[in-house]
């Protein structure tokens, strides 16, 4: 292997670094790729027009609160599904639907996607996501590739460090970034050690009704809550997060968080939770069931890692778990099975707040250092087993093999990866074939667009020796990413009709307005290319009414082909929504200012799309 430049260490170092062994190592690999591929990396990722992709890549859109969804290998961005902030593309936040979806937020910082599972592999039906902004999570149906249902997290700030499923979609667990007092009461920060909890929530999802629901929190001790990782097969009970701020600080965490030289990995047993909630062993805190480990005892440890880690993922064969150490060079690879055992002896090193610690030695198996290697974040794994970490500082991927230790392959990334995502990569078979680098500084990539650069996703070809062969800029920010293969997703072509559903209106001769008081209710109708507010009426595309009143649009798309979607939107009323075919869907509003106000079909949908149009006419108090 080529001599790695050694690097001192910080951000800037990184970059330098990284852009110096880039150009060094292409030079000394290009000849092996092309010889042991007959086809170009052009070809690789080329699908042409009328082909589709192999792969959907969900990344998660950060701050924007969207999921982007792309095509792998092609790496082209297909459609963004806005989740948890309002999306004037899709209507979403202005239906009736989505505005209860989204309350009161109008923004939401979307950082882990998981999808359903069932034994272990993704099923294709559902995507979970949360909300470290405003402490929600989220569940969006991939039939339709809409959001299903939102919920409040109570109790608990920053639900960063999830979504994580288990193997059948029991659970969705999220544990917390920030730790708050319960209920998010005000207590000073000098009670912080006996005050503040870092609270995990279990969260179940009811596929029949479509709806999230809290099934436990665990009120874990005031430190930060980071990756997390559900186990599989033989360790498929149990699942793993890392903490960091075990040191208790309440301000300057950059510094004071960074003191022990040891933080924790908590790894819990979910099944001996769920249990002890069923036989009462809980208290009932602002209306939620809420474990406290130092009076409930069970089901919770604590293992020693190396200080300030950050992810922890495990094996697909469900037999380790690997912590990544952030601020220390290495990464850890512990047995689960070891872990069992030395639970079972209470093989403990003492305990923090009621939690028992599990002797390190007892169930480390090895330490990993790469040379020259720093930050490593996450890890992900392929179709043999080897393992894949980012490292964050000196922007590159390493592959090693978790049963040695030793290093296989190493590549520079642009620059500073995250996380990476593998195809398949959190099952329990892993495709091998495509890592993604979700890389958080593109720098010069890309054409500029002023001072703020985009982040990159880079496509690195794994079936031999690791190489980027693409790249795509992305808005903020792709934390995480999942692939799934193309196949295991079914989408619906049109809504189905649903007759009883008393809000929908099939027959052109049905449209009609129903004024009750000042409520007026619009059953109307979207086809191309017109609106049919009141089949009887003059003029059925004109809805008129007077000021102060409260209109209820009951809008039904009856065009039953694929794609056909039409908008609706009035003029200087900020509204806006969409009927996708054969959907209905309700918008209500007060026409509170008198005038005429156009309306109009907002997505184009034939050749007379523009004359898709109406009046909406609101006469003066
Ligand atoms: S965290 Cu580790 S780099 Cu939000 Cu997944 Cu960002
Ligand atoms: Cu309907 Cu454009």
Same mark, same amino acid.
Request: net charge negative; hydrophobic share 35%.
């Given at each position: ?41 052009? /070809? ?32 082209? @961005? ?8 309002? !999306? ?12 209860? %979806? ?29 909300? =470290? ?84 929190? =665990? ?22 997060? &890392? ?42 805190? &602002? ?27 495990? #094996?697909?064969?469900?037999? @380790? ?10 990464? &850890? ?40 290697? %720093? ?6 794994? !392929? ?6 970490? #980012? ?9 090693? !093999?978790?049963?040695?230790?030793? &290093? ?26 495509? %890592? ?22 880079? %496509? $690195? ?17 792709? @934390? ?11 989408? $619906? ?16 001769? +049905? ?7 000042? /409520?007026?209710? =619009? ?8 609106? $049919? ?46 009927? +996708? ?41």
């Amino acid at each position: 292997m080529k001599k790695w430049i050694p690097i001192a260490s910080g951000l800037l170092a990184g970059f330098v670094a990284a852009t110096i062994s880039f150009a060094d190592f292409s030079k000394s690999t290009n000849d092996q790729v092309a010889s042991s591929n007959t086809k170009s990396d052009a /070809e690789k990722v080329y699908v042409p027009f009328g082909e589709k992709d192999d792969y959907y890549l969900f990344a998660s859109g950060g701050h924007s609160g969207q999921m982007f969804i792309y095509g792998v290998p092609s790496m082209r @961005h297909i459609r963004t599904v806005p989740v948890f902030s309002p !999306d004037s593309a899709t209507g979403y936040g202005f239906d009736e639907h989505s505005k209860k %979806l989204l309350g009161d937020y109008t923004w939401g910082d979307l950082h882990h996607p998981a999808f359903s599972e069932t034994n272990g592999d993704y099923d294709g039906k559902y995507m979970f996501a949360t909300d =470290v902004g405003n402490s929600r999570a989220a569940a969006m149906d991939l039939e339709t590739f809409t959001v299903k249902d939102i919920i409040n997290v109570p109790n608990t700030s920053g639900p960063h460090c999830a979504a994580f499923v288990t193997q059948n979609t029991e659970y969705m667990f999220l544990p917390t970034r920030f730790a708050v007092p319960i209920g998010s009461e005000y207590k000073s920060l000098d009670d912080y050690s006996e005050q503040y909890r870092g609270v995990m929530s279990a969260v179940t999802f009811d596929q029949n009704k479509d709806k999230l629901n809290i099934a436990y929190q =665990v009120a874990l001790p005031p430190w930060s809550y980071d990756l997390s990782d559900a186990g599989k097969k033989s360790s498929a009970d149990w699942a793993v997060m &890392t903490t960091y701020n075990t040191e208790e600080a309440t301000t300057n965490l950059e510094i004071n968080a960074s003191q022990a030289d040891r933080d924790f990995i908590v790894l819990f047993n979910w099944k001996e939770l769920e249990k002890m909630v069923a036989d009462g062993q809980y208290d009932e805190v &602002t209306g939620q069931k809420m474990i406290f480990p130092e009076k409930h005892k069970g089901g919770i440890y604590l293992v020693p890692v190396a200080k300030s880690p950050h992810g922890v993922d495990v #094996t697909p064969d469900g037999k @380790h778990f690997i912590a990544s150490g952030k601020l220390a060079p290495s990464m &850890t690879v512990f047995s689960f099975e070891k872990a069992f055992k030395a639970i079972e002896k209470q093989d403990f090193a003492g305990e923090r707040n009621g939690i028992p610690i599990i002797n390190y030695d007892s169930i480390m198996e090895r330490e990993v250092n790469p040379e020259n290697a %720093l930050g490593p974040l996450h890890t992900q794994f !392929d179709d043999k087993g080897m393992a894949y970490t #980012t490292m964050f500082i000196s922007s590159e991927i390493v592959k090693w !093999d978790p049963k040695t230790g030793e &290093t296989l392959d190493r590549v520079p990334v642009q620059y500073s990866p995250g996380h990476s995502v593998a195809a398949e990569g959190d099952t329990v078979s892993p495709d091998g074939k495509w %890592l993604i680098a979700l890389n958080k500084i593109a720098k010069d990539s890309y054409l500029s667009v002023g001072p703020s650069h985009p982040e990159s996703m880079q %496509l $690195i070809d794994i079936s031999g020796k690791m190489k980027v062969i693409q790249s795509s800029p992305v808005n903020p920010e792709p @934390h995480y990413a999942q692939i799934i293969k193309a196949d295991k997703i079914k989408t $619906i072509e049109v809504y189905p009709k649903d007759e009883n559903n008393k809000l929908a209106t099939y027959k052109q001769d +049905q449209a009609r307005i129903e004024r009750n008081g000042n /409520e007026v209710h =619009v059953y109307g109708i979207a086809m191309r290319s017109k609106f $049919i507010f009141d089949a009887k009426a003059k003029r059925p595309d004109v809805i008129e009414v007077n000021q102060g009143d409260k209109v209820f649009l009951h809008l039904t798309n009856t065009d039953f082909d694929e794609d056909i979607t039409h908008g609706f939107a009035i003029n200087q009323y900020n509204l806006n929504m969409e009927v +996708q075919p054969g959907q209905t869907n309700t918008i209500e509003f007060t026409a509170d200012k008198a005038g005429t106000f156009p309306m109009y079909c907002t997505n184009f949908c034939s050749a007379l799309h523009q004359e898709m149009t109406g009046y909406f006419l609101v006469k003066p108090k």
